[in-house]
């Protein structure tokens, strides 16, 4: 091959790799030490008011990133925290906003589309420039409605 060619060729190799490189998008994801922040403000804001409580934090995609199971709680809020988290990393909403959902029209079996889908208050999404980058889930307190607001005082005590 002459230097001609070869160089015609790799000009053409040049130009069509700078028309097809894609810029992949980038992405936040959730730290384990950030996780971590999070699930122990959550637990401080329970201690505060004598409430035991379990902790998960999942990423995006509902993978575990860090547990932490209170002192006196019952092994159930092991697996229910992380199903509280799950549901709301998965469907991007609070679960609190999603107790009521099977009793509305069209989505009675929105509790049942997966295992790991728990439709009670105390899963709060955790967000990052508009984006979602986990989700933290708490059991143990004896109304949900404190894990959800224990869950919310540590959200904006660790992204505020």
Request: charged share 20%; aromatic share 6%.
């Amino acid at each position: 091959m002459n230097k001609k060619n070869f160089l015609t060729l790799t000009l053409m190799a040049l130009s069509i790799t700078s028309v097809n490189a894609a810029e992949l998008p980038k992405k936040y994801f959730l730290p384990t030490a950030i996780a971590e922040s999070i699930a122990k403000a959550a637990i401080a804001e329970c201690n505060e008011i004598n409430i035991p409580v379990s902790v998960s934090v999942v990423n995006d995609q509902g993978r575990l990133i860090y547990f932490y199971r209170g002192e006196k709680t019952g092994t159930n809020s092991i697996h229910t925290s992380f199903r509280k988290a799950y549901t709301s990393a998965t469907l991007k909403i609070p679960t609190s906003q999603l107790s009521r959902a099977p009793e509305s029209p069209g989505f009675s079996q929105l509790g049942k589309m997966e295992d790991d889908i728990l439709l009670l208050t105390g899963g709060l999404p955790l967000m990052h420039n508009g984006e979602l980058v986990g989700a933290i889930g708490l059991s143990g307190a004896p109304n949900p409605i404190i894990e959800e607001n224990c869950g919310k005082k540590a959200i904006s005590k660790v992204f505020n």
